[in-house]
């Protein structure tokens, strides 16, 4: 009698879970493919183009299945339910993110060599070449200034040893701006988002003071700036990696009561502006392109001050908070991103009559960084 109750049971699970597969298969066929994944701000794959030469080769297949997986109904609900169960199983790190005490942070990466000795060879040669005022500022990761955050018994690779070796390799000419004590002495405020790999505006404050004394820029206080909240619900590149639930940011921009007009030229699409800041960011994926509308390969800003100075800024997505705090210093910022710039470095460097050089760099994509000499050489 047991036994005939427990296959009916089973019989009617049978059928419910059969239902529940095929109410899945037509809402998956009836809705429209996404193109895009804002969870995890990424393309999604379409459905493949058939050809027998994919099918004998088996790509067809292999397309097939990143369809199927990236257009599952309810995909980007699952990144987060994924999180929440790592949490409760006491999972500590998903691919290269700790899933720290209320906050998501980036695992230090590991340095390309090879790469690495080639890039500073070229940053040297560079700045003995041209003789300017030259610095390289080298950030320091959340994992690194906020590791009392990081899951018990998290092993990461010493970004410390990292940034010794890397300062140590660089020519007299080039001035090291070292940051880590700065951050250190503030490491409990709100120095990198719980949500994203970036370090906030408040971090950037504090580098700029130093970067400011090491350039003469003068002192300069957090009251010289008037503060805005720009977005209370940022959720950043790590939540979209790999979930999460309850984690999200504030953005915040410094307006320095000290800026004169000026105009924001994207050599890239050609587009101008009378802003560093972009709204249309704020709403995108990534809420962080509201600094310079995300990253590009050459963008020049011209200001009505009277500084004599023209700033050429070779950096990563770190130095795009940085740029706010630059603005009243120089009549003209050039801002080259190796990774899109595909100009001759040294026209761009003789046509805006460079007096500064600011090498400006997270050191996560410092160590394996791979476009830096190709631009410089």
């Keep these: 009698m047991k036994q005939k109750r427990s296959e009916i049971a089973a019989h009617y699970i049978a059928r419910i879970v059969f239902g529940l597969m095929c109410v899945v298969l037509v809402i998956n066929i009836l809705i429209p493919d996404q193109k895009n994944s804002q969870a995890e701000n990424r393309s999604l794959q379409t459905f493949p183009d058939f050809s027998f030469d994919d099918l004998l080769s088996g790509q067809f297949s292999r397309d097939l299945n990143n369809y199927i997986s990236d257009q599952f109904v309810g995909r980007d609900s699952l990144i987060h339910i994924r999180y929440l169960l790592n949490k409760m199983t006491g999972v500590k790190k998903i691919d290269d993110v700790y899933l720290g005490d209320g906050t998501l942070i980036q695992e230090n990466s590991t340095v390309n060599e090879e790469q690495m000795n080639r890039n500073l060879n070229a940053i040297n040669n560079f700045c003995i070449n041209h003789q300017v005022r030259s610095g390289f500022l080298l950030v320091p990761n959340a994992a690194n200034i906020q590791s009392n955050s990081l899951p018990a018994y998290s092993n990461t690779a010493d970004q410390d040893a990292q940034m010794d070796q890397i300062f140590s390799m660089l020519d007299t000419s080039v001035m090291t701006i070292d940051v880590r004590d700065t951050l250190d002495k503030h490491k409990d405020e709100y120095l990198y988002y719980h949500s994203d790999h970036h370090w906030t505006s408040l971090a950037t404050f504090y580098a700029f003071q130093e970067l400011a004394s090491s350039f003469e820029l003068g002192k300069v206080k957090k009251s010289d700036y008037t503060i805005y909240r720009v977005s209370d619900n940022f959720k950043g590149t790590l939540a979209k990696k790999v979930g999460s639930v309850g984690i999200q940011d504030d953005i915040e921009i410094y307006v320095s009561e000290n800026l004169d007009d000026y105009v924001v030229m994207d050599e890239s699409n050609g587009t101008r502006s009378c802003s560093i800041y972009n709204?249309?960011?704020?709403?995108?994926?990534?809420?962080?392109?509201?600094?310079?509308?995300?990253?590009?390969?050459?963008?020049?800003?011209?200001?009505?001050?009277?500084?004599?100075?023209?700033?050429?800024?070779?950096?990563?997505?770190?130095?795009?908070?940085?740029?706010?705090?630059?603005?009243p210093y120089y009549r003209t910022i050039t801002i080259v991103d190796p990774r899109y710039f595909y100009e001759d470095i040294e026209r761009i460097f003789n046509l805006n009559l460079i007096t500064d050089v600011l090498f400006l760099y997270n050191t996560n994509t410092f160590v394996q960084d791979t476009s830096i000499a190709d631009v410089l050489e």
């Design 279 to 327: 709204s249309e960011g704020l709403e995108s994926s990534n809420a962080y392109d509201v600094f310079l509308g995300g990253n590009t390969g050459l963008v020049q800003i011209e200001s009505l001050n009277d500084s004599d100075r023209h700033l050429l800024l070779i950096k990563d997505s770190y130095a795009n908070s940085m740029v706010q705090f630059l603005l």
